[in-house]
């Protein structure tokens, strides 16, 4: 059996599946400044698009704007699932 609340947990960026969307829920606060300059900061709501070969980094999008994150500070984003966009993205 699945667990309903699977699709709300909290998990690094790093390990967001591409194409999915999710919102910022929290940031390590030796990032913090770094991101928030670039806009990424707790609540934002973001897309993995891509991932560059050989260990690159993560390529986002942000609004508008896409941004390449190395897989370091991926790891150090947490987010939580955007289950209504995961809904309609499998339609």
């Given amino acids: 059996m699945t667990n309903p609340e699977s699709a709300t947990q909290d998990l690094a960026l790093v390990d967001l599946p591409i194409g999915v969307s999710a919102r910022i829920v929290s940031i390590d ?15 934002v709501v973001v897309e993995v698009e891509d ?4 260990g690159g980094p993560r390529i986002i999008r942000l609004g508008f704007a896409r941004l390449a994150i190395a897989r370091a500070v991926a790891r150090a984003i947490r987010v939580r699932g955007e289950s209504g966009d995961a809904a309609e993205a499998s339609r």
């Fill in 51 to 54: 991932d560059a070969p050989f």
């Fill in 29 to 43: 606060p030796s990032h913090r400044p770094a991101l928030a300059r670039r806009g990424i900061r707790p609540d």
